[in-house]
C-alpha cells in the first residue's frame, strides 16, 4: 500500500496498490514518483509513506501505473520539511509539493539529465557499406555524419550540424538502421576548489566562523548582525569553505537574485564548484537543470529565492539566509502563503544541521528569538578598513525652504559632497515622475479604475500608470472633466532625477528603481557608471539598499521619511526603520566617513528620534516593548483569512459565514474582523479578511485545524477567492 500526495485541494493522501508490472513495487518508497488514475484522469504523484493496510475496501484500490523514479526524487529532510509546511501552513500536502517542484518534474521529467543519441545499427553499417540509401540524399548524409563519428552522435551535435535532419532519422529508424535512445547523463563529481583565498577575518568575523563551525555537528540557529559593510559575506563564505571541505553541500537564500549580483558573483569568484542558481526568472528548463544538478549533488552550492528552500540538497551542511528581515522571503500571494526564511531554520532543523541568518537590520521576531535564547546572536559591529558609522541628521521640513522635494539645507550638503569630489545617493521610495495627476481648475484626479488608488504619472513614457495592478493609459493633455490644464503633483524618482538635472547642470546623474530594472541591460549599466565613478549622483527606490557598493557615496539624503510613521500595520515602523538603516549604510562603505540626511515633517516622532539617538538597536528595544504591551507577533500568534470577490459583500459575506463557524473561540483566541482591506479594491476585485489573534501557537493551530474544514464546506467558499496566511507580513 502506497499514500501518495497529489496536486489536489483535498486535504490528505490517496492510497494506491503496488504496480501491476512485472517487477512490481521492488524498492519503490517514500520520495519516489509515480503516475497514478486519480477519477478520470492519470496524476503524477508522490509517495509519501508505504502503509500495511487502508481505510477503503481493497477493491476500491487502484495500483500504480507507472514509477517514474529509480531513486526518490525528494530525500528525507526534504520530504519532513514538505509535510511540516503543509501541517503549519494548514494547506494540501499535494499543494505544498506542486509550489516545491519544478513544474517539468510534475509532468515527469526525469531527476536524472538524459541525452537523445542516434546510433547507426548493425543492419545500417551493412546497409551503408552496399551504398545505400541511393535516392535520399538527406538520409545518406546524416548516415555518414553519424559513421564518420564512431556511429553515434547526440540529437545536440546533430541539430549543430546539418539541418532538417530529423525526417531523415525517422525513415533511417523506420527502416531499422538507426536506433533512438535516452541515455542518462551521469553527473560529473568535481572536486572542490577554492579559487582564491579570502582576505585576512577581523577578530568578530573569525569568531562567528569558529562559533558556527563549532556547532556543525547538528542544528544551530544564529543571527549574523553586521552593519552594512561588516563584512558578512565573508563570514558566509568561510563557513561555505569548511562546509565543502567535509563533502557536504550549502544552501544559500537571498531576497531577489537580480539585484544582489554581487553576492552571486563572489561565490563563483571563490569556488571552483558547479553552483546552481534558482530564481523565478528561469525557465522550465532552467529550472530543471538547476534541480537536477542540485538533486544528483553535482551542484555544492544552491544559492536561490523564496522557493528554492525546497531544493534538493542530499549531503546538506550549513543553510545561510542573507538579509533575513527582507519582506520578499514571504510568499504573500497565491494558495500557499510560506516565510521561505522560517522554512529555512526548519530546514536546518530537520537536517541536523546549523543554519545563519544575516542582517544588518534584523527582524523583531529573529531578534526576540535571541532574547529567549532560541538563536545565538553573533555581531560584527566594525566595518573592515578605517570606514566610519555614517553620521545621521534630520530635516525639518516645516521650517526648510523646499523645491522640487528637495530641502535647501539637503541641496546644500549635495553641492559640497559633489565639490570634495564624491557621489551622493537620493533615496525616495516611490517611482514614476508624480504620484497624482490632478486638474487645477475642477479638481479632478487622474484615478485607476480598477484600484481604489490613483494613477502614476510617467512623463518620459507619456503614460499614466496604475502600480498596483498594471493598468496603463495615455497622459492626457488636459482635464478629461472639463478640458482645463492637469499638473503632476508630488514626486517620484524620475521627476527628482529631472530636479537634480536643473540644479546641478552637467552633473552626471542614473536612475535606479523598477522601471530602469525592467530592462536588464539598464541595470548593468546603472551600477556600472556609478562603479566607475562616472556618475556622481544616484537617485533609487529601496531597489539601491540591495547589494550594490559604491564606495564613494559619502552622502544619502532621505525625501521623505513620513510614510510609515503612521501606517494602520504595526510592522510599517519596522520596515521604515530597516530602510533607513539600510539605506544609510551605503553612505562612506570606503576610507571617508558618510553623512546621512533625513527629511521629515515629524523630526519629534519617538520612532526616529530612537533611531537617530540609540540606532536600530534602540530603536528595536523600543519597538518590541511597544508590541508586547499591544500583545501582537512576536508576543503573540496571528493567521489572516483573506477573501477576494467582484463586489464587496461577496468577500466580506463569506468572512462573515466563516466567522459564524467558528462559533465561540476557545479561551486566548480572538478573532477581529471581518473588514475590507485599507485598499479594498484592487485589480478589479475587492479584498477584505478575518484576523484570528492567539497568545500562544498550539491553540491557533489547533482552532485552524477543526475551522478550515468548514469554512472550506462553506456555501460562500465557492463564490469567492480566499486564502489562508499563517504569520501574515502584511496587514491591510
Ligand atoms: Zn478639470
Ligand atoms: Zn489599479
Known amino acids: 500500500m502506497f499514500r501518495v500526495a497529489l496536486d489536489t485541494p483535498l486535504r490528505r493522501l490517496f492510497d494506491y496498490l503496488p504496480p501491476d508490472?512485472?517487477?512490481?513495487?521492488?524498492?519503490?518508497?517514500?520520495?519516489?514518483?509515480?503516475?497514478?488514475?486519480?477519477?478520470?484522469?492519470?496524476?503524477?504523484?508522490?509517495?509519501?509513506?508505504?502503509?500495511?493496510?487502508?481505510?477503503?475496501?481493497?477493491?476500491?484500490?487502484?495500483?500504480?501505473?507507472?514509477?517514474?523514479?529509480?531513486?526518490?526524487?525528494?530525500?528525507?529532510?526534504?520530504?519532513?520539511?514538505?509535510?511540516?509546511?503543509?501541517?503549519?501552513?494548514?494547506?494540501?500536502?499535494?499543494?505544498?509539493?506542486?509550489?516545491?517542484?519544478?513544474?517539468?518534474?510534475?509532468?515527469?521529467?526525469?531527476?536524472?539529465?538524459?541525452?537523445?543519441?542516434?546510433?547507426?545499427?548493425?543492419?545500417?553499417?551493412?546497409?551503408?557499406?552496399?551504398?545505400?540509401?541511393?535516392?535520399?540524399?538527406?538520409?545518406?548524409?546524416?548516415?555518414?555524419?553519424?559513421?564518420?563519428?564512431?556511429?553515434?552522435?547526440?540529437?545536440?551535435?546533430?541539430?549543430?550540424?546539418?539541418?532538417?535532419?530529423?525526417?531523415?532519422?525517422?525513415?533511417?529508424?523506420?527502416?531499422?538502421?538507426?536506433?533512438?535512445?535516452?541515455?542518462?547523463?551521469?553527473?560529473?563529481?568535481?572536486?572542490?576548489?577554492?579559487?582564491?583565498?579570502?582576505?585576512?577575518?577581523?577578530?568578530?568575523?573569525?569568531?562567528?566562523?569558529?562559533?558556527?563551525?563549532?556547532?556543525?555537528?547538528?542544528?544551530?540557529?544564529?543571527?549574523?548582525?553586521?552593519?552594512?559593510?561588516?563584512?558578512?559575506?565573508?563570514?558566509?563564505?568561510?563557513?561555505?569553505?569548511?562546509?565543502?571541505?567535509?563533502?557536504?553541500?550549502?544552501?544559500?537564500?537571498?531576497?531577489?537574485?537580480?539585484?544582489?549580483?554581487?553576492?552571486?558573483?563572489?561565490?563563483?569568484?571563490?569556488?571552483?564548484?558547479?553552483?546552481?542558481?534558482?530564481?523565478?526568472?528561469?525557465?522550465?528548463?532552467?529550472?530543471?537543470?538547476?534541480?537536477?544538478?542540485?538533486?544528483?549533488?553535482?551542484?555544492?552550492?544552491?544559492?536561490?529565492?523564496?522557493?528554492a528552500v525546497f531544493a534538493p540538497l542530499p549531503d546538506l551542511g550549513l543553510v545561510v539566509v542573507d538579509e533575513e528581515h527582507d519582506a520578499s522571503f514571504k510568499q504573500h500571494e497565491g494558495a500557499l502563503r510560506y516565510s521561505a526564511r522560517d522554512l529555512a531554520v526548519v530546514r536546518a532543523r530537520l537536517a541536523a544541521v546549523p543554519v545563519l541568518l544575516g542582517s544588518a537590520t534584523p527582524s523583531l521576531e529573529t531578534l526576540h528569538n535571541v532574547a529567549v535564547g532560541r538563536y545565538t546572536r553573533l555581531r560584527l559591529l566594525r566595518r573592515p578598513g578605517v570606514s566610519q558609522p555614517p553620521l545621521l541628521k534630520l530635516i525639518d521640513l516645516r521650517v526648510s525652504a523646499i523645491d522640487a522635494g528637495i530641502s535647501t539645507p539637503a541641496a546644500l550638503a549635495i553641492e559640497r559632497h559633489l565639490a570634495a569630489d564624491a557621489q551622493v545617493l537620493v533615496f525616495l521610495n516611490r517611482r514614476g515622475y508624480a504620484p497624482t495627476l490632478l486638474c487645477t481648475a475642477c479638481g479632478w484626479i487622474a484615478p485607476c479604475r480598477e484600484c481604489d488608488a490613483r494613477l502614476t504619472v510617467h512623463l518620459a513614457a507619456q503614460r499614466l500608470r496604475c502600480h498596483h495592478c498594471g493598468a496603463d493609459a495615455p497622459l492626457p493633455a488636459r482635464c478629461p472633466q472639463c478640458g482645463f490644464a492637469v499638473k503632476p503633483v508630488g514626486q517620484g524618482t524620475e521627476r527628482i532625477e529631472a530636479a537634480l538635472g536643473t540644479r546641478f547642470p552637467g552633473v552626471p546623474i542614473v536612475r535606479l528603481d523598477r522601471d530602469v530594472v525592467r530592462r536588464r541591460g539598464d541595470l548593468d549599466e546603472v551600477v556600472r557608471r556609478m562603479s566607475s565613478g562616472e556618475a556622481r549622483i544616484l537617485v533609487g527606490t529601496q531597489m539601491v539598499t540591495k547589494g550594490h557598493d559604491f564606495p564613494n557615496v559619502t552622502l544619502v539624503v532621505v525625501l521623505n521619511a513620513d510614510q510609515g510613521l503612521f501606517s494602520t500595520d504595526f510592522r510599517a515602523s519596522e520596515r521604515l526603520a530597516q530602510t533607513i538603516v539600510q539605506v544609510a549604510g551605503r553612505a562612506g562603505r570606503g576610507e571617508r566617513p558618510g553623512e546621512v540626511l533625513i527629511q521629515t515633517e515629524f523630526p519629534q516622532h519617538p520612532l526616529l528620534v530612537s533611531l537617530l539617538e540609540r540606532g536600530y538597536d534602540g530603536f528595536a528595544e523600543a519597538a518590541l516593548a511597544e508590541r508586547l504591551q499591544a500583545s501582537w507577533p512576536p508576543f503573540s500568534r496571528l493567521a489572516a483569512l483573506r477573501a477576494s470577490a467582484k463586489t464587496p459583500d461577496a468577500a466580506l459575506g463569506f468572512l462573515s459565514e466563516a466567522r459564524a463557524a467558528a462559533g465561540a473561540p476557545p479561551r486566548g483566541l480572538k478573532l477581529l474582523g471581518p473588514v475590507p482591506a485599507a485598499m479594498a479594491k484592487r485589480a478589479g476585485r475587492y479584498h477584505a479578511q478575518l484576523l484570528i489573534e492567539s497568545h500562544e501557537r498550539p491553540p491557533l493551530h489547533q482552532f485552524l485545524d477543526g475551522w478550515l474544514p468548514r469554512v472550506e464546506a462553506s456555501r460562500s467558499a465557492q463564490r469567492v477567492r480566499w486564502a489562508l496566511d499563517v504569520d501574515p507580513l502584511e496587514l491591510f
Do not use: C
Open 21 to 307: 508490472l512485472p517487477e512490481g513495487a521492488v524498492g519503490l518508497r517514500p520520495g519516489m514518483r509515480v503516475r497514478v488514475p486519480f477519477g478520470r484522469r492519470r496524476l503524477v504523484g508522490l509517495v509519501m509513506e508505504v502503509g500495511d493496510s487502508s481505510e477503503l475496501p481493497a477493491q476500491r484500490l487502484k495500483p500504480v501505473l507507472e514509477v517514474l523514479d529509480a531513486a526518490p526524487a525528494l530525500e528525507a529532510p526534504a520530504l519532513e520539511l514538505i509535510r511540516w509546511a503543509a501541517e503549519y501552513y494548514h494547506h494540501p500536502v499535494g499543494q505544498v509539493l506542486a509550489a516545491a517542484l519544478p513544474k517539468l518534474m510534475r509532468l515527469g521529467a526525469g531527476v536524472t539529465a538524459t541525452e537523445e543519441r542516434w546510433t547507426v545499427t548493425a543492419s545500417g553499417r551493412e546497409a551503408a557499406a552496399a551504398g545505400e540509401p541511393r535516392r535520399a540524399p538527406k538520409q545518406r548524409e546524416l548516415l555518414d555524419f553519424l559513421l564518420g563519428r564512431d556511429g553515434a552522435a547526440p540529437a545536440q551535435s546533430l541539430s549543430g550540424n546539418l539541418t532538417s535532419w530529423r525526417d531523415a532519422a525517422r525513415a533511417l529508424e523506420m527502416r531499422g538502421w538507426l536506433e533512438r535512445r535516452e541515455v542518462v547523463l551521469a553527473p560529473v563529481a568535481e572536486p572542490v576548489r577554492v579559487r582564491a583565498a579570502g582576505p585576512t577575518l577581523l577578530p568578530e568575523q573569525r569568531a562567528a566562523v569558529e562559533r558556527v563551525a563549532a556547532a556543525s555537528g547538528g542544528y544551530a540557529a544564529f543571527l549574523l548582525e553586521g552593519v552594512t559593510g561588516s563584512g558578512k559575506t565573508e563570514v558566509y563564505l568561510r563557513l561555505t569553505e569548511e562546509a565543502l571541505a567535509r563533502g557536504r553541500a550549502v544552501l544559500v537564500l537571498v531576497p531577489e537574485i537580480g539585484l544582489t549580483p554581487q553576492l552571486v558573483g563572489r561565490f563563483r569568484e571563490r569556488f571552483a564548484v558547479p553552483l546552481a542558481v534558482l530564481h523565478s526568472g528561469l525557465t522550465d528548463s532552467e529550472r530543471l537543470a538547476a534541480w537536477r544538478a542540485a538533486w544528483s549533488g553535482q551542484a555544492r552550492i544552491v544559492l536561490g529565492t523564496r522557493s
